[in-house]
């Protein structure tokens, strides 16, 4: 239900989508009901693989890790790709090419923000996954560089491929549908939203301090599952008096999650620091400004649409959501540019150049 599940969904989607002569077999440790993936199951062309009876006898993490193999070679797989940073790791022994979707190594880059032993594992297999892929997809330059940086992967062994938006952020709401969105969650007449698991990294305190010098009518949506970081903030928030301008949304329906931004005067984005940055791309595609936070791939998401301020400079923040909030600064230019870069994060841009670069690693030509 997070940023790896969208990107999994969105990218068969779009491949089966895009390319029906292909057959695309899922493989996943379980299948629940969800609304989401209704779509994927109805695909004529694609098939879940779960793991037989026995195959997981040791948990579904293992299967993950070293069953699934097995299954590829049985069921004459001609490529593989991990979704999710990692691949199976005796994945060599199917000699099949390989190629895996690393999404960031942030617990490299900022490793207080994880357990040790969280840590450790992620090093370790997603380590060893860029060592074994034949192919990394990187879903930022930012990212790619990352890559490199840390487990000394050659330039020439990945590619940049953007990930998409879904489409659902691009169709605009109606005012009696906002509305009524904004009756079921009691939301005010003007706030700023913020999209994302309330934890250390994504820096809400930065918000909650750049709160107490907005007029006292704006008020501060953060949509997420709670950390721990959330207790902590919220203590911040009554020290600055401005508890009851917060308003914490949780399990927010994603069909409703375009309503809630398009309700919004703005979005931010202020995380210390991420591998692609979506929900930057979901306020564009949304049509509402964002002010996001310099440091690690939010610049490539944004582009020249969005406004940029250090994580730490909450007067910066402050001064930038008041100029859109007066009227000061120039939102319709800022939205039509946000249009306008979230266009180019296409989600049959995207199946092209997985497509593309799966027929180049198995010697075919993409046009057929």
């Given at each position: 239900?997070?940023g ?80 999710s ?20 190594v ?19 297999k997603?380590g ?34 953007y ?30 939203v913020?999209v ?21 009518d ?13 207790d ?5 928030a ?76 909450a ?12 009227g ?15 266009s ?7 199946a092209?150049?997985?497509?593309e ?12």
């Amino acid at each position: 239900m997070t940023g790896l599940g969208n990107y999994s969904r969105l990218v068969i989607e779009s491949l089966s989508s895009e390319y029906p002569d292909d057959e695309l077999v899922v493989y996943t440790p379980r299948l629940t009901h969800n609304k989401r993936l209704e779509k994927i199951v109805s695909s004529s062309n694609v098939s879940f693989r779960t793991p037989a009876k026995g195959e997981a006898r040791l948990g579904n993490s293992l299967w993950r890790i070293h069953g699934i193999t097995q299954s590829l070679r049985n069921d004459r797989i001609e490529l593989y790709h991990g979704l999710s940073n990692e691949l199976p790791l005796n994945i060599a022994k199917c000699g099949i090419p390989t190629v895996v979707t690393m999404h960031d190594v942030i617990y490299r880059r900022l490793p207080y923000c994880y357990k040790a032993i969280d840590r450790y594992l992620y090093n370790w297999k997603y380590g060893e996954s860029c060592r074994n892929a034949t192919k990394i997809v990187a879903v930022s330059e930012r990212t790619k560089l990352d890559v490199m940086e840390y487990y000394g992967i050659p330039e020439e062994r990945i590619e940049v491929i953007y990930q998409g938006c879904d489409d659902i952020f691009r169709k605009q709401w109606g005012p009696t549908e906002i509305s009524s969105l904004r009756h079921k969650y009691r939301l005010p007449g003007r706030y700023i939203v913020q999209v994302g698991t309330i934890e250390r990294r994504k820096n809400a305190e930065l918000g909650i301090r750049a709160l107490a010098a907005l007029p006292a009518d704006t008020h501060l949506v953060l949509v997420g599952r709670p950390t721990s970081y959330y207790d902590k903030i919220m203590k911040e928030a009554i020290r600055l008096g401005t508890r009851n301008r917060i308003i914490h949304l949780q399990d927010v329906p994603f069909a409703e999650l375009p309503g809630i931004y398009q309700g919004a005067a703005a979005a931010i984005y202020p995380s210390r620091y991420e591998g692609f940055g979506i929900p930057v791309l979901e306020a564009l595609a949304s049509r509402i400004p964002c002010v996001a936070a310099t440091g690690s791939c939010l610049e490539e998401a944004g582009g020249d649409a969005a406004v940029y301020i250090s994580p730490d400079d909450a007067a910066a923040l402050a001064e930038a959501l008041r100029a859109i909030i007066s009227g000061s600064a120039p939102t319709e230019q800022m939205i039509s540019l946000g249009v306008a870069h979230a266009s180019r994060f296409d989600n049959a841009d995207v199946a092209s150049k997985l497509h593309e670069l799966y027929c180049r690693m198995l010697g075919r030509n993409s046009d057929t």
